[in-house]
């Protein structure tokens, strides 16, 4: 007894502290091993290849695709004449009244040969009403300094759809991965399902650069998009498990703020530079390649440990955890948070995702929620894939969009937790529908473009807020199956979205009018969603249909007073999702 009271008067406060209490979850025993510390900073540098990999997947098809609006019929006859291109266009092309004031489509009905052989060559002569469609087209290099699979195979015009068909191919492919990757999550490990999800990806990507047809590249992009989301979402997992509760919105900051920033601002340029669609493919692959290496990068999940009653593994990984922090908690507190988790695992209430649907509140928030995150999704590919749309460099506008990630989700951080994320979501899908309609509106190019980058500026806001909302709303015995559901539903946004741009060809205007209608319509939804804003996260079933049951609907948390199901300072609930 003596040694025992030796042992006990020598720990710290907190360590004799947690011999007491109920050292049920991860996020419970965490504090007494470091939450923030070398190790975690180490994991926030850690998941810089994969926010990489993630964004090369999301984006790296629409430079394999780009093809400059300034494309025009080719007349062979004119190819071997010392014609300048503008000469070349007045000579065979149909002039237009809007951008880029030609026929992209067809070429002038003459006989160019029969033409080329009179001596005096007199463009200005070379005049008919009548036109023919092109079989081949030439394309403004000067725009976009390369031939994409695009250009090469001459996907413009009536075969425009098939650019859209392939991104949609490639979040089709994402849609089963989904439900590969999970099932192989659940059973067999994140790190294992990650590896595999890395190895998937690397082929696909390689084998893109070798495609030369729309069948193969549409493989190749269906296979490349069984690693699109999963590529994110399993390290980030990996890493929010292992973070302090306070802490965890910075890794979303990290990944998609700087990472994910950093990733898709310089891609156009990497595109750019490299000027070979078929070399793009190998440079954007080597990050997938690094992810092989994940085994010794990342650590296994202590809650899959958990669920597999491989509560040795999780001591040792909080082990680990420890000795890069510095700290030397007890023994017993280990032992203490084994009995405990374990006796919590079996007293924990089970349920399907079927479950979000058998009471009307709940089933109207899953709804309105996943809506949210799916039009929110529509609205942001939007006016990713119209930038190509707009006269200014496409290479320079997408950088310019993609660099608004790191000051949005700061804004967020700032705003989120004062306004709360039923105001802050309005707001922001309000912003796009705003910008959209500027875009439309405005008459000068410099005007569309500082329009089109508040819009993904405010996009960007609205899907971290939609993020967070889906993972604070959802009761936690069905969590995770809600929002990989709303997960779903918004890869199935990514997918229809592509043809979104393609509306231009009825009218200019159209993907921005239907950008802007449908932000306009999601900004309403928001509003009827409760504020989860500094509140504890619904545990059960009847807690999450109860859930702000009885909120005002024109309350605002910086307005409202202190209820008992609220945290005074912190919107995150300590226990585990």
């Not at 700061?410 to 922001?428: A, E, M, N, P, S």
Request: include cysteine.
């Amino acid at each position: 007894m003596k040694e025992e009271f030796k042992i006990s008067t020598e720990l710290e406060p907190s360590e004799r502290t947690a011999l007491r209490q109920k050292l049920e979850s991860i996020d419970d025993i965490l504090p007494h091993v470091g939450d923030f510390g070398k190790y975690q900073w180490y994991l926030l540098l850690a998941i810089f290849p994969y926010s990489l990999s993630y964004a090369n997947l999301y984006f790296s098809t629409f430079f394999f695709t780009l093809v400059p609006q300034e494309h025009w019929c080719r007349v062979a006859e004119l190819q071997d004449l010392n014609l300048t291109m503008d000469e070349r266009v007045r000579a065979s092309i149909p002039s237009s009244d809007k951008y880029p004031y030609y026929d992209k489509c067809n070429r002038k009905d003459l006989n160019f040969s029969d033409l080329l052989k009179v001596k005096k060559f007199n463009i200005e002569a070379w005049q008919t009403n009548k036109t023919v469609p092109c079989d081949h087209w030439e394309y403004n290099k000067s725009v976009v300094p390369y031939d994409s699979i695009s250009s090469e195979l001459d996907w413009v015009c009536d075969k425009e759809y098939m650019i859209s068909t392939t991104q949609a191919i490639f979040f089709l492919g994402s849609i089963l991965g989904g439900f590969l990757f999970g099932w192989l999550a659940d059973h067999r490990g994140r790190v294992p399902a990650l590896v595999l999800c890395n190895i998937i990806s690397l082929i696909g990507t390689i084998a893109t650069a070798w495609a030369d047809s729309f069948a193969t590249f549409a493989l190749c992009r269906f296979i490349t998009g069984f690693a699109y989301d999963n590529c994110i979402n399993i390290p980030l997992i990996l890493i929010v498990e292992y973070m302090g509760v306070h802490r965890r919105t910075l890794v979303f900051n990290i990944a998609f703020g700087i990472h994910f920033a950093l990733g898709s601002t310089l891609l156009p340029w990497f595109a750019y530079y490299i000027a070979n669609w078929r070399h793009l493919a190998y440079v954007v692959a080597i990050p997938m390649a690094i992810g092989l290496l994940t085994p010794w990068i990342l650590p296994e999940s202590a809650r899959w440990y958990a669920s597999h009653g491989k509560w040795d593994k999780v001591v040792e990984n909080l082990k680990k955890i420890a000795k890069a922090n510095g700290k030397t908690p007890d023994p017993r507190i280990y032992e203490t948070y084994v009995r405990n988790a374990s006796n919590a695992s079996k007293r924990s209430e089970s349920a399907t995702m079927l479950d979000l649907f058998k009471t009307p509140r709940l089933a109207r928030m899953t709804i309105l929620i996943t809506a949210f995150w799916t039009l929110t999704i529509i609205c942001f590919d939007g006016h990713v894939y119209s930038l190509k749309l707009l006269q200014s460099s496409v290479f320079v506008s997408f950088s310019l969009a993609s660099a608004t990630e790191l000051p949005a989700g700061l804004l967020v951080t700032l705003i989120l937790d004062r306004w709360g994320r039923r105001f802050c979501g309005f707001l922001t899908v309000a912003g796009i529908s705003a910008c959209s309609f500027a875009e439309l509106y405005l008459p000068s190019t410099n005007g569309k473009l500082a329009s089109s980058v508040l819009a993904r500026f405010s996009a960007n806001m609205a899907a971290n807020i939609a993020l967070q909302y889906a993972a604070e709303l959802l009761p936690t015995p069905v969590r995770a199956q809600g929002v990989a559901l709303v997960h779903i539903f918004g890869i199935m946004g990514h997918t229809v979205s592509p043809y979104i741009v393609d509306l231009a060809a009825i009218w200019d205007g159209f993907p921005m009018m239907l950008v802007g209608v449908t932000a306009l319509v999601t900004a309403v939804l928001v509003l009827f969603l409760p504020e989860t804003q500094g509140r504890h996260l619904p545990q059960t079933l009847q807690e999450g249909e109860e859930f702000g049951k009885h909120d005002k609907f024109w309350s605002l948390p910086c307005c409202r007073k202190p209820r008992d199901d609220q945290y005074s300072n912190n919107n995150n609930d300590t226990r585990s999702p």
